[in-house]
């Protein structure tokens, strides 16, 4: 039976997270700024947004809009505290600098064309197994051309179990590779099958932090460098 090579997009094979870095520090500015001395600390406001952004994945998983509203969320949240009204001016604010995450380029992580066609040359089926908007994937891959490599592509809106479940039914468990860097979305996705993994550690949102089987992670895991030690394993 042919092997299956799931691939994770963010992260994975193209860089994702510092997209969100400058909004957010953007963001905490004009709170700041706009509440003045009535603000908080940046920090305390990063952790606030921090948590209203982790329980707005339980309710519109990896949605473009979930970011930038967030934000929102977090400013309506310090003015109830403060017995303040939020300005609609300083929501458009907010919304406006948060969406800048979803601009391009989005850039393609060292080696990653490189890899993707000497898989393809050497006969495994390739699948890109990828949460999040689908419109935005949907651009993130067209901008990067990477259609020509993948036998299948796959945006789901956040879990990724069922859709690598259906591959194992159909290549076999024992053929299906989920290759990512999360704990959480990749990684305990493909252990709750299992199918093997591979895991290759990169900085990501501590949504992903989660505790892994260790019986199951030694037994079915194997952790890379980087993306191109993936041609020394198949």
């Known amino acids: 039976m042919r092997k299956c090579l799931v691939f994770d997009g963010d992260d ?28 908080v600390h940046p920090l305390e406001l990063l952790k606030l947004h921090n948590h209203i952004d982790k329980e707005m994945v339980a309710k519109a998983g990896f949605k473009k809009d979930r970011f930038p509203l967030s934000f929102v969320k977090t400013y309506r949240r310090i003015c109830k505290e403060r017995n303040l009204i939020p300005e609609r001016r300083v929501e458009q604010k907010l919304l406006s600098k948060a969406y800048k995450f979803a601009i391009p380029p989005f ?5 990653a064309r490189k890899v993707l066609r000497k898989l ?4 495994y089926y390739l699948v890109l197994l990828t949460a999040g908007d689908r419109k935005l994937q949907k651009e993130k891959i067209r901008y990067n051309s990477l259609e020509r490599y993948f036998d299948q592509i796959i945006i789901t ?10 591959l194992a039914k159909k290549f ?15 990684i305990k996705a493909a252990l709750q099958i299992p199918v093997k993994a591979i895991y290759i550690p990169c900085f990501t949102w501590d949504y992903e932090d989660v505790e892994l089987d260790k019986k199951l992670y030694r037994k079915y895991v194997i ?3 980087n993306l191109v030690q993936l041609l020394e394993i198949f």
């Open 107 to 111: 850039p393609l992580v060292k080696g």
């Open 157 to 166: 809106p956040l879990n990724k179990k069922e859709k690598l479940k259906k």
């Open 120 to 123: 393809k040359k050497r006969g």
């Open 223 to 225: 952790e890379c460098r």
């Open 12 to 39: 994975t094979l193209w860089f994702n997270a510092y997209k969100y870095h400058l909004p957010m520090i953007k963001c905490l500015e004009i709170i700041c700024k706009e509440l003045k001395e009535k603000s």
């Open 172 to 186: 076999g468990k024992e053929n299906v590779w989920m290759i990512g860097n999360s704990k959480k979305s990749d």
